[in-house]
């Protein structure tokens, strides 16, 4: 493979990390308030979480660019405040990748959730332990499997968005050209076949690796809520 | 002491209770239905009810007439629920010391691990713990916790006969201490081996609540508990183990024979004897099989829509419960101040009727 086409492997790794990394904590979080919480509105933070997997991702790319863009309500802030900038550079890849695999992440985390019986957690609460170290020590260990099923699937997602990316920070080599911006310009020059073709290789191993590692992990949140797992 | 004043409306049902329950065991006994779980899970604080009022050693947990309620897990009120919900993650010597490691607090689980004979359990998980084996893990998490009260829903009810007799005794032993303990059942047979306070409750209030003795030996209490569960408890003290295969017993009205007892000599123990067991005679009978003849005297009778009868005997401070029949009353001319004769059959006694005092 050619420099180009490393570049835009690492940068896609990069770009999922982070992504992945970030989102993680909001992602429990949310996961868990879908899945005990009850509030009023509970139903509407569900239909926002699982928007990006419903909307085309290039109106999620060109909403982001409206509120994260230089000029945009929170971009102008984040620029003046902290100096950073998201669009057409490679944090702002993060943030279009994050979002576009949120949902994903949340539904696996939500699912491990709803799988622990609630009873557990009322019997620590009867021990003496506050909600927030039921959690830590009760609901968390129970759900890790399914956190990391949810960060794979999450990586996955984020290593192959395109969409919402190229909309938002634009297919600048080297800057914000993630593996599937790459492929697409590959495929827009002339003898670019065989470097599209490598790329797609790589893609096709990361979503089958990412959907292995999900399924094993799935299979042994069952089996730790349930008491037989050695984990 | 745990005292308990709570209304609370689910729909149709209210709840409307309220009781207190001394040092030793409470039993909160009443048909599925009637509102006892609720009761429990609102001293744990799992249930916020409408109106209430929950003091533990005069410390008060809630009151909803000033606002106050402290959350759960500041309650100091340990639960053993009828599924064990031990953690499943955890071993068993983690799931014990849980309760301590939340709160900070070194807790030496040395004595109640051998009180409850889980010693050999601690390095396993609890998927590998037969149901009794998880209750009596249970039991030791909530002991661990250094609770001031204990509540107990049903805690053998998912058991078979056999465990269940394997694990009274561990419970009876708990009575001995100072902290009070609220046990949801509705079985008879372990309502009389355990309780030393009975609150009756049915359709979400209180029908009769008092001491053990007292209330199982209360003919009113009986369409409750049921006339062929309906029996009283009496203390006897263990005098000798003959030589023939019986026990003999000392109690208030005199010997009790009964089939070998497996307790020491000088131990004392709670007989149940069911009222429909209980033959009653105006004069000392004579020339009978029936071994156990004990003498007291008439202190209510009461006559219900069937053609029985149940009838409360003063053994000198301590009442027997016998079941007769209405035709049988008139003719022996029962009626409170008459001295009469009960005749209990030795065999009449399960072995699971007799629990430690």
Excluded: C
């Amino acid at each position: 493979m050619g420099e180009a086409e490393w570049q835009a492997v690492r940068l896609s790794v990069l770009v999922a990390f982070w992504a992945t990394v970030l989102s993680l904590p909001l992602g429990i979080w949310v996961a868990h308030l879908l899945a005990r919480g009850r509030f009023y509105g509970r139903g509407l933070l569900n239909g926002v979480v699982h928007l990006p997997l419903i909307l085309p991702p290039v109106v999620t790319g060109y909403l982001l660019l409206l509120a994260f863009g230089r000029k945009g309500p929170v971009g102008a802030l984040l620029d003046q405040w902290f100096g950073v900038v998201l669009a057409f550079r490679w944090t702002g890849a993060v943030l279009a990748a994050a979002v576009m695999a949120f949902p994903l992440m949340v539904r696996a985390i939500r699912l491990a959730i709803e799988a622990v019986d609630p009873k557990l957690e009322q019997a620590a609460a009867t021990l003496g332990a506050s909600r927030l170290i039921v959690f830590v020590t009760v609901t968390l260990p129970l759900i890790l499997p399914g956190i990391i099923a949810g960060a794979v699937l999450a990586f996955a997602k984020a290593m192959g968005e395109f969409g919402a990316t190229i909309t938002f920070v634009a297919n600048i080599p080297g800057q914000t050209q993630t593996l599937p911006s790459a492929i697409y310009a590959f495929l827009q020059v002339p003898d670019g076949e065989g470097a599209a073709l490598r790329l797609v290789l790589v893609s096709v191993a990361v979503a089958m690796g990412a959907l292995a590692i999900s399924e094993v992990l799935a299979r042994r949140v069952q089996a730790r809520v349930a008491g037989r797992g050695d984990a | 002491m745990l005292e308990v004043a709570l209304r609370h409306r689910f729909g149709a049902f209210t709840l409307d209770a309220s009781f207190s329950a001394p040092a030793g065991v409470t039993v909160l006994f009443g048909r599925s239905g009637s509102g006892k779980t609720s009761v429990v899970n609102a001293v744990a604080g799992l249930l916020r009810p409408d109106a209430g009022r929950i003091a533990v050693d005069g410390r008060l947990v809630l009151d909803t007439a000033q606002g106050l309620d402290v959350p759960v897990h500041r309650r100091g009120i340990g639960y053993v629920f009828q599924e064990a919900r031990l953690f499943p993650h955890m071993t068993v010597a983690q799931n014990l010391r849980y309760g301590g490691w939340v709160r900070r607090r070194r807790v030496d689980p040395g004595a109640v691990v051998e009180m409850l004979g889980i010693g050999p359990l601690l390095e396993r998980r609890p998927a590998a713990l037969s149901g009794g084996e998880r209750q009596r893990v249970a039991i030791g998490r909530a002991l661990l916790a250094e609770p001031k009260a204990l509540l107990m829903d049903e805690p053998l009810a998912a058991l078979d006969e056999a465990r269940k007799a394997d694990i009274l005794p561990y419970i009876e032993r708990l009575r001995d201490a100072a902290m009070p303990i609220l046990y949801v059942t509705h079985s008879v047979t372990e309502m009389a081996r355990l309780a030393t306070t009975v609150v009756v409750l049915e359709g979400g209030r209180v029908l009769r609540a008092g001491p053990a003795g007292d209330v199982l030996s209360d003919p009113q209490a009986v369409p409750v508990m049921g006339l062929r569960e309906a029996g009283a408890v009496i203390a006897a003290r263990v005098a000798a183990h003959e030589a023939d295969g019986l026990t003999r017993l000392d109690s208030v009205a005199g010997p009790l024979w009964l089939p070998r007892v497996e307790a020491a000599v000088g131990a004392v123990l709670r007989v149940r004897i069911a009222a429909q067991d209980v033959i009653l005679s105006r004069s000392r009978p004579e020339g009978l099989s029936a071994l156990n003849v004990l003498g007291g005297v008439v202190s209510a009778v009461r006559t219900g829509e069937g053609p029985g009868a149940l009838v409360r005997i003063d053994l000198g401070g301590e009442f027997l419960l016998a079941r007769v029949t209405r035709r049988s009353a008139a003719a022996l001319g029962l009626e409170a101040g008459v001295s009469v004769h009960a005749v209990v059959k030795s065999v009449a006694v399960a072995q699971g009727d007799i629990g430690f005092g």
